[in-house]
């Protein structure tokens, strides 16, 4: 299986595609964000479930937070969470994952990230658990990402890289709630 780290423009509309054609790693912390397209975020006219998202792929925190606080969904509450995770405030970012519940991309994110981990050379027992786990944790990947940006953890680009496939998954499936069926 071949994990598609980043969003293929092509698969979305025009205004949604040239939010997307930069290639962005999220950092395991708030970032810089992209002032280069804030007017174009600003001016958006999109459903607030991928609007956050939007705003959280450029590192405008505080935006995502805004619209993400407002969507009483979910959905709504992963992109709350991972916003608060990358904060970084670890209590609210598992206050707001334990409001989502089971979500339907968790699947598709257990696998990529047991596929991710298993690419590393060597795996710190703390992230053993991405390779082991049944189904996905997102309080112990909230646990590891922590322990990587305080630097106890050598893995910061593998969670970086598991940030990546959660946000395109999310977003699609973020897309799909948006759209009339």
């Not at 962005?24 to 956050?52: D, E, F, T, Y």
Request: proline share 9%; glycine share 4%; with cysteine.
């Amino acid at each position: 299986m071949t994990i598609a780290l980043f969003p293929d423009p092509s698969r979305y509309p025009a205004e949604i595609a040239e939010l997307l054609t930069e290639q962005r790693l999220p950092p395991l912390g708030p970032g810089s964000p992209n002032s280069r397209v804030q007017p174009k975020l600003a001016s958006l006219k999109a459903a607030p479930v991928v609007h956050a998202g939007l705003w959280l792929y450029h590192d405008f925190l505080d935006e995502a937070h805004t619209l993400a606080q407002s969507i009483p969904t979910p959905t709504g509450s992963f992109w709350h969470g991972i916003m608060h995770r990358r904060e970084p405030d670890y209590g609210n970012a598992k206050y707001w994952f334990r409001r989502v519940g089971r979500h339907p991309i968790f699947d598709a994110l257990h696998q990529a990230a047991a596929e991710l981990a298993g690419q590393e050379s060597t795996l710190h027992s703390s992230a053993r658990f991405l390779v082991e786990q049944s189904s996905w944790e997102p309080f112990r990947f909230v646990d590891l990402c922590q322990a990587c940006a305080e630097g106890s953890l050598p893995h910061e680009m593998l969670c970086r890289r598991i940030q990546a496939v959660e946000w395109r998954l999310l977003f699609d499936h973020a897309l799909s709630e948006a759209s009339p069926r």
